[in-house]
Nanobody, 124 residues
Framework: RLVESGGGLVQAGGSLTLSCTAS????????IGWFRQAPGKAREGVSC????????MYADFVKGRFTTSRDSAENAVYLRLNSLKPEDTAVYYC???????????????????WGQGTQVAVSS
């Protein structure tokens, strides 16, 4: 019920915008998280956005390079990736989890629905 798109191959320093779309019953009232998994590494949290869209969290390694936004009218969440580095190469996933508080999000909460992932590859 979640579908990611927007991945691709870019050179270091380049940008991509990833999209995550969902059905109404998944999107409404759910926290959306972005995660990534590089080959041979564990999955890690990248960002999350609250169901109300007013709280956004980022992993430390993002360091101002990525921006998460939410468009409720389109049932979509976006992850803008700027200043990409080769170490950002990974499959990026979005996931939806029930919100205990519409105004808060956490990358460590439970996420029930996952997309199929979109590949981001950054060349040096």
């Amino acid at each position: 019920r979640l579908v990611e798109s927007g991945g691709g191959l870019v050179q270091a320093g380049g940008s991509l915008t990833l999209s995550c779309t969902a059905s109404d019953e998944v999107f409404d009232g759910y926290t959306i998280g972005w995660f990534r998994q590089a080959p041979g590494k564990a999955r890690e949290g990248v960002s999350c956005i609250s169901s109300a869209g007013n709280n956004i969290m980022y992993a430390d390694f993002v360091k101002g390079r990525f921006t998460t936004s939410r468009d409720s009218a389109e049932n979509a969440v976006y992850l803008r990736l700027n200043s990409l580095k080769p170490e950002d190469t990974a499959v990026y996933y979005c996931a939806a989890g029930p919100s205990a508080d519409r105004n808060m999000c956490s990358m460590t909460q439970g996420f029930d629905d996952w997309g199929q992932g979109t590949q981001v590859a950054v060349s040096s």
